[in-house]
């Protein structure tokens, strides 16, 4: 079969019901060799490729409407949505992205990065449809694992109650990122037991329409079904019991492995590049060997244990003292809180773009409540490629700005680690820390970070004052090296706090200082420069407030982005001798 | 019955039986008393009132511990937990918060005022509990509102999964603030018809037990119930059915207008102050006339339709054109994303203390996605008094850092209209305005805010220029007539938008000016003000940041935190005049 032939949903369709199977196979095929070359999400494009092949069958987007939960199981819809070639021509790989995109094709209506959101943008698509008294059918994907985030629940409670057509295509891998948590699983595994006859259904107590497809990799089953429900004129549930990895055998045996790989040889299931223990493990560790001794000790992951390093082993080690309590930031940041109140010495690791999810719970359940939780933030800032759905440049304006949270910054490893065994020794606050894995990077580690927003003087100049907070502060001591070449002997300050300003010190320095130099590794705007720009700004000292710009950047070149901020050593060097003159 | 001799729990549980349902009624008038002459929450408390006495009849806090949702109906809790003198004596009536607050009693456990949280919190306790290998109840209360959103889903799901002793008292009034929404509403009430029997069971299909209790006003039924669920050995969801309002008429037979009450006449029921139409009113109406022309308007109000005044009669007018989804800020925020995107004019009104659950919805959602819905917040700021749990100075750091988001601030009512208007017909992006009842501030009041991050110039002076953002730029006009007194003739600034910096103006004003002002009606940190100081700091201006430090406020004195924040006009002037001094 031509795969190239397929130019979108109207070339699908022509292809006799027969030959389908042949065609996912063919599919296949070519989704495994690109990602294998290029590194992406594995399992649950397998698991879903004869789900969307239906689906383009039974449908004719982009008048009917499919919105994909994560999208990251988005490829067998883009290869037939006019966008083959990205999976077939190794040149074109890149000119896609990895989520759905409406930038790519009108086929795609949403950037979508998180999960839990289907069900909800699919209702309002709806919604706007009936209102224009337009006819056409909105299908949401959405899998179990995004299931157990409580937006989703809100988006079919309101579906049910909204009526119309809606259908909700339940992708039922029994996995999420790791296996799935809650106790909603028991009534899924029944209802696949039963073929969907199970009476305590959970769709139908939301109030939802429902129907069950047991064999959710057989191409005509799909398109049965889906064409059963076509046209509904009232939201509906078909419940597709699919395999995650489905047809890769190396992805069906380790699912948790083959959520997400970097490249690797798909005749070994090896991966192009090793890696070696990094600080995630490191992270795990410690806290294992801390739990030896501390049995009121718990992490929690919701749902990417990879974040805290808790691999499968790690998890089977900590016991009762690891929670996934699934994708549900909510309520790990609350459960976290009050763990924390009952005597328990949590930390909860999260990646900075998901702990979003989780604002008004750092505000208003942990914060306001001063509890002693810990949270891990795993930010990739500025110096790793994201998509625009993942990017970890915008946790320092979000979190830091919340009174009663303290949020450290470490420049290295070993500082990271200290911040990590004082914030989970004391128990007076509840402390935020951003990850990080640095080599040493000159600042002096403390034992003791109870005095929210000292700062520390890490070499003591004149003129000019550099604050290099965490990771930047590297960037802070590279530049002054440069600096030094030109006679000035600047000042390297590590903040290690992200939301308070050291006004003492500040001050002390405005004597010999007429220049301050703020580095950060994230949005400038309502970050921590602007705080002491602000502060400076009444000590007569002048401030450049460096970071990235309030944008959102996808999919970037790192160096390209570091450059276009002026963040490298020579530019930020050149900058402030350049001040100095003015 | 001698109510004062109720210190603690303790007293109550040496009170026959037959005498609790005398013990109720009197409790009911004592706080029927006090909220009337105090203003508070009165159906919930009234409705939930045999179910407290019960609890602590039953249950043995503070070492069981029993975790309120919201905590409005918290009232019996206190009356029984050593604080009925708060209830009994007019001089006390304010020693007690309206929520749950462990600084009164060991019987509280969190400060608690947002929805859905109870039963992640709950969960919580009983981790830690189980981790120190204690025994003792823990009890969760949550009502059918709150279950709508998410976060309750999560925690349910997960209490399911962890197992161990946990009492999940649902709290089924048949109410939220408003009637409540949702499918699942239709199958809550055929378990109330069939006695609990119903298959079709919500919590039974996230994996817990479940018990119903009918009768949820009768005292001794509940004791009956609450005795067999005690030290159970895995969580369970008690149904108990209870009528909001319950023993006071008025508030059975209008739930909606007794959710919450200003102070009023027992016997009438009729409030001690009339107000007249506000600007939510106004606002209702003003987009009630567009949707005779615009059937494409839609407004959103999750579970607190007054934000918008969207009062019954009103809402009954907008028909489908308004959409209560439940407390679910996450799903509303999507849903409106979606809406634009799907060709329909959404506007959301949000409170700035709930828009915080919508944080990721606002970034991940709405802003990447740059569809055109509206959001307007109302922020009552630091003019008007309010609980820690509902501050509302923070949602310019949290939103106005979000790129892609425009927040914009209007001055006075008109111009609040003016950027609504704009916002509704534009289709560029999505703008967050903040609600402004305001009457005339003096500020210019256009038709088109495109131009995003462009200040007005209300007066041009020299020297100093002060901008007063939203409702604060009357400050800076009073600000700017003490300072004439002086001689000094200040710039008087519009921002209108509080997360960006007119940058041409600032080097413009540059030239003439040697300091600048902000005043904001929010906290300082991450806010407008530090941006207008980072940028104003490479021009050689001085700036002076007013706002509200970064603190959590409690039931302030309005008056009393202006003047510790130095904000009113006699003490911006002088700092203005000894800054130029300087």
Redesign the interface.
Known sequence: MNLSSIKGPADLKKIPRAELPALCDEMRKAMLKRTAAHGGHVGSDLGFLEATVALHYVFSSPVDKIVFDVSHQAYPHKMLTGRMEAYLDPAKYDSVSGYSE?SESEHD??????T??SV??????A??????GEKFNVVAVIGDGSL???????????????GGNGIIVFNDNQMSIAPN???????LARLRETKGAD????F?????DYMYVDDGNDVNALIDAFGKVKDIDHPIVVHVNTEKGHGYRFAVEDKETWHWSMPWNIETGKPLMEFGENVHDRTAEHLLAMMKDD??L?VINAAVPSFGGFKPGRRARAG??F?D??I?E??AC???????????R?VWFVAS??L??A???L???L???SNPAVIVVCAAGLSAMND??HIGF?DI??A?????LVYLCPTCEREYFAMLDWALKQRERPVVIRMCGAKESGAKVESDYSATGSFSVTRRGSKVAIFGLGNFHALAMETAELLGKDGIEATVVNPRFA?DVDEVLLKELSKDHALFVTLEDG?????F???V??A???L?V????KGAP???EDRFDPEELMNRCGLTPGQIAAEVVS?MKA
Chains 1, 2 share one sequence.
């Open positions: 409406p209506h949403f950037i979508v990065g998180h839990s959101t909800s943008l699919a209702c309002g698509l919604k706007a449809r009936d209102l224009k157990t985030g409580g937006m989703a629940f809100e988006g079919l409670n309101n579906f049910a109650e909204q948590h809650g106790g909603f699983l028991g009534s009476s305590c259904n959970y139908r107590a939301l109030g939802l049995p009121m718990v009762k003292q929670v309590p699934g549900c909510e309520h609350a459960f976290a809180s009050a763990l924390a109140k009952g005597g328990a949590p773009t998901f979003q999810r604002y008004d719970q505000s208003h359940d914060a306001v409540n625009v759905t915008f304006p979000m830091s700005n919340i009174p009663n939301g949005v400038v705007a309502g970050g420069g602007q705080k720009a602000a400076a700004s009444s007569g002048r401030t450049i407030v309030k944008r959102f001040a």
